[in-house]
């Protein structure tokens, strides 16, 4: 990923939490899929408490302009 204009950021999780995301547990969501309202800028742990619990390794980084991110296979972001 590179951004070419402005500033973003960025939230990267370790496919070892493929669980803690919710990911292949709902029987209608396709096994990599998260679901729709699943959000790693604000974490809503009355309903994904499984993803409260691995916040402290949620990656976080700061682009700005003219920067690239390697985004490992199978990293959700």
Known sequence: MCLAD???IVKLVSPVFKQNLYSGVYDDL???A?????????INAEK???LEAISEYILTVSLEKGD???IPELYYF
């Open 68 to 70: 690239c991110l390697y």
């Open 34 to 42: 998260l679901p729709e309202d699943l959000s790693l800028f604000k």
């Open 48 to 50: 994904y408490p499984q």
């Open 30 to 32: 396709h096994p990599r």
């Open 6 to 8: 402005g500033k973003e």
